[in-house]
């Protein structure tokens, strides 16, 4: 099934390109979404993932606008046609 996914990540971690149509297998989750894209981006998925295996809070995932998170974090299903945004997590004061 394919999948869209923009990474808002130029120029970190050495990303090279914003846009992925990515083909995922039928079952696939977050946590298989980022394991494909580590395989064009070595380091993406330890990036990512945090020590208990779950998404790390330096990065958002949103699905469609929602925050994996608050999804099923890495467990999170992807279904055909979905929209997935990665971008650094944004802080200050």
Known sequence: M???VRL???????IK???LALDTP????VATLIGL??????????ALSNADGGLS???VVF?????????????TRLNA???VNVIPAIAGG
């Open 2 to 4: 394919n999948i869209d």
């Open 8 to 14: 808002n990540l130029l120029g970190v971690l050495g």
């Open 17 to 19: 390109q914003s846009e």
């Open 26 to 29: 039928a079952d696939a989750t």
């Open 37 to 46: 894209i580590d395989q064009h981006n070595p380091g993406f998925a330890a």
């Open 57 to 59: 809070p330096q990065f």
């Open 63 to 75: 699905i469609n606008g929602r925050n994996a998170v608050h999804l099923e974090d890495m467990k």
């Open 81 to 83: 046609g979905d929209v």
